[in-house]
């Protein structure tokens, strides 16, 4: 009854019996095994392109690496205030772009707008020695408010971002709930709408540790190997790094597990949403939930056990995962709608 | 038959089990688990004082993240030019000290001595602006000769750097090899000999990917959970890599490992130093074997199918690992018989 | 007739002069030499306190430099959207603190208040990994919007920020214009209203490229030479760095230059506030001027031959130096008024 | 009769003069203003060729700058371990580079042949992620031991560079002393033999302080301007940094101070060559002589007032300028012979 992340859960069964089929005879290390070039094979056919793709371990370090080939050092990011990237990685992007500037750009429920985009663009002081220079873009698929892009805002954004020059990056760790969510194509939800390289994330949706980095063109990958040793992200036995993928993409285990918890989400949403008192903050659109409760219905799921984080004032977050089970978002509602009851006798 | 490295095999039966173990229910993420808690309290135990430990997936990281705790930018971190943090690692220890030297000290087999060290830093420059400043000194135990130093050795290179104000780490890759070869305590070989920082490696001895970075003043380790986050090596869910190093150090798995390996280098050793035309040009003291053959033998045995590198002119690098069969390592002795005899015939 | 920015102009003839009588003999190199000890005392006097001085030859070195010293490299430095370190010097503080995040805090009119600061500093996550780490703050006097801190202002964020633990810095790239317009002495301004570290100019007060970075506190400078020489900063021929300083300290000709370039804004701002249709962006508090003015009249001005720049919309910025006309000042408000009359005679 | 260094003395008069000329008017600031670009003229005039150049105030500053256009932060540099880049700039290179590795190429007498180089990157794992890249040369002419690679040398050494795709950084903080000495043109000394940019230095030849970094291949210098910029080395009032190398290039004032200055070095080093137990550890080729003195004599002429740098156990470095006077040099070499007659004498 953990809702607290989408990482407090362990390992999808299958993702694990991969390591144990993986870990037979000598292999050759640091991603010349045959496992690994399979990934990279499913990655070309899921995506309908042909790709390069990068095995690490963390987000942040997808991330990070990701953004420092997009980016000189006296470079801009531009990304949402609430943006992973720029809130909770301790600076990581910084570190491994040495020392690009994160400039956010702010909008509704996590998500900016091309038209914010643009106006920032124009007095961004392009070609002038004394300021950064615009370089790259990210956008959160899912945001971190929970809410999704449209193709056409993602198109929107992209162009924007191309006309003047800057990369595209996609922060995926929710790549899957979002693509299950709009229902399209992976292909239509990047290169097709106008992403350069994506945060491929599987760890939240059920690898132990495992997202890859995918350039859809691959001349902008031309040092990623480079960051990514120097960075101490490439695995010697890179077998076990690449099984996880293998699996997470073998039979659409990775589509499967996004419904479920995008299922579950929709659970908690649509039971806290009828109850007396309750708003949604954001709009529930992937696997997070965002309600503003009353201060004793928060205290009383507290109190009944159930995990979860204060977001802001009275708004919690409530995140399901791939194996997040029907009968405990039921009884997180139930246990809601109780509450609510017995505010109302008061 | 690939002697190449102790990283194309897989892991330890034992250590992937437990990975299995671990997939059980929700935990807190990044590192606030109890199995995390217990492999600290379990190294307290093996290294018989209070320290502070942090699990990481790779060598690299280890040594990077353990050297910026213990450098400035402008700081030297004395090693020998085979380090593997001087040549093996693309730069990530510069990276991560945001661009401090390593400055190679040379001495035969692999290791320096702390005599050389002492005239180093007499002319080092400390406290002038215009050089970089002393700072830390690094040693590998076992060394890229496959090597070890004695504990006198060790005492004798601390001893100087304490003198002088540097500290001292050390790159405990195969650590776990020195530690059997040598028979002492763990404590023995690190702090007690005057190591303050170890990189405790895992990986090429059985886990999938795990290490340490263990401090025994754990004020030296300040920053450090800030350094492994920004550097993306902080894993969300953590717990799959603490049940690597938990079930590493269960029942001494670790030590029965590394006793393999070495007995299985020891084989190879043994049965090549008799062979005539052939020398050894580092002596074999753990589970790395560096013979020199003849240029026919080594061509005899990779027509054979047996894999290794060749290190330098016409010495090949042996590397046997805690999985290798006894059968494999008597084969290669026996070809190589069957070639020095092939060739004394001609 | 160019009020562009105070670093249009040339260097003061007593300054000059000083270069000349500095270029005596042979004279220790690196800052070893008398006259770079006598500018250390006079800014003891000055202060009127122990302190450690640090000439270099640009403003954006003196920031980033004392900013380096303040923060980690995962550290959050905060500081105006509209300051100087954040918005003109294309990342300098990013560069030379390894990338730590600058963090803008709002407010009118170039300022940010204690009030604010104390509510930003409550959520940003003091101690947690996955945070940047409230490091250091930094306060423009004069801000890039021609305004000054009062005394209180200055010691009410100071207070906060200790209260935090962190340092605070101070852009005095005005500072004379900033003190003269206070009235007050160069202690209350700093050290007493809780400064820690001062970038001290004299650039733009009638030095041909000179500031020094004032530590109050010694023991924060510990690495300053260092950061300094490896930052390309530590002049060999540190004399004629010195012999600018020693000379713009020398019978208050700093606060002289100061006075007579507040004076000439005066002139600028008393006059343009009195035609109809101009406004004041920001309050004309030392030697920037930011009137908002009709456009027909900025067109007029620009092809009578003034020079200024435009800020955002019908806001333009003038800037008075050290020797500015009288007759010029007078000869810019003269013709606003012309062009005023013009306009309502239309 | 300080033979320290070339800049322990102050600056040639006709660039003070220059100073006080540039100081007339409102110029632009940031180097759009004329002198700079006359500056710019003279060079591609004294180079014959079209070129890019880049004043700054310090060598550590060109160098570093320099280097950090040539070089990814995974990159080696191969230098000369007694190079200043290496030794006396307190790791510059790594800051401005990012963490690139200053690899040292050992040669007697300060300079490293095309040989050694070739030798070394056949070695260097070009293309292997574990290693740093091979990205630059760099060569100090005149070299940290006085001397100077022949023309067929540095076209040796560009060629070896060149053909394995890396580019060739000439340190020429004393370019003028190796040029007159070759009797060269400025053009067959750098861009002809091979150099791709070039560290101009004027400031050891009688500037205040004023370097400038010379692209022969514009293309490279796409980033330099935001690199400067970032690093601090950005004159707002650039006028008085170009004032200096636009009188340094005047009436070939820069020859001229050359000249004097190996002229003097050639009287110490012929006259201290005849002396009885005096050697020359490295031929005095240009205004640095290496003596090898016996110890009653470096004492004796310490003892008479003499400033020089002992360099190691018996050799002294004794350093001549645009302004040594004749007599200072005679007279240290007359106090040096009486030293000597005194030895013979005991």
């Keep these: 009854m953990n809702f607290k992340s989408d990482n407090v859960t362990g390992a999808a069964p299958e993702i694990l019996a991969a390591l144990t089929r993986a870990n037979t005879g000598t292999l050759p290390s640091y991603g010349e095994d045959e496992i690994t070039k399979r990934v990279g094979e499913k990655l070309k056919d899921i995506f309908e392109t042909d790709l390069a793709a990068f095995p690490v371990a963390t987000g942040s370090a997808a991330n990070s690496l990701a953004l420092a080939e997009l980016t000189p050092p006296w470079g801009a990011v531009y990304c949402h205030p609430l943006s992973h990237i720029h ?60 809410t999704i892009y449209s193709l056409d805002e993602l198109k929107a954004i992209a162009a924007v971002a191309h006309g003047a020059g800057l990369a595209v990056h996609m922060d995926g760790a929710r790549f899957a709930n979002a693509l299950v969510a709009l229902g399209c194509r992976p292909a239509d939800m990047t290169w097709r709408a106008g992403i350069d390289v994506l945060s491929f994330g599987a760890t939240k949706n059920g690898a132990l540790a495992a997202e890859a980095v995918i350039f859809f063109d691959k001349k902008r990958a031309a040092n990623f190997a480079f960051r990514r040793k120097r960075g101490g992200h490439l695995f010697s036995k890179m077998r076990f790094l690449s099984a996880q993928l293998d699996a997470y993409l073998d039979g659409d ?92 006798a008061d």
Aim: a neutral charge; charged letters at 15%; one cysteine or more.
């Design 87 to 146: 809130t909770d990685e301790c600076g990581a992007p910084e570190f491994f772009t040495h020392g690009a500037k994160l400039a956010p750009i702010d909008g509704p429920a996590g998500k900016f707008s091309a038209g914010t985009l643009a106006a920032t663009l124009k007095g961004a002081g392009t070609g002038v020695v004394h300021h950064v220079q615009p370089a790259a873009v990210s956008v959160s698929q899912v945001t971190e408010a929970g």
């Design 253 to 344: 285990l990775w589509l499967k597990n996004a419904r479920h918890a995008n299922a579950m989400a929709a659970i908690l949403a649509d039971g806290l949403a009828r109850l007396p008192g309750v708003g949604m903050t954001y709009p529930a659109q992937a696997n997070e939930v965002f309600p503003s409760l009353p201060e004793p219905m928060i205290r009383g799921l507290e109190a009944a056990g159930f995990g979860f984080y204060r977001w802001s004032g009275q708004t919690v977050r409530l995140v399901t995962a791939y194996n997040t089970a029907e009968a405990d978002a039921r009884a997180f509602v139930a246990k809601a709608a109780e509450l609510a009851r017995a505010a109302a």
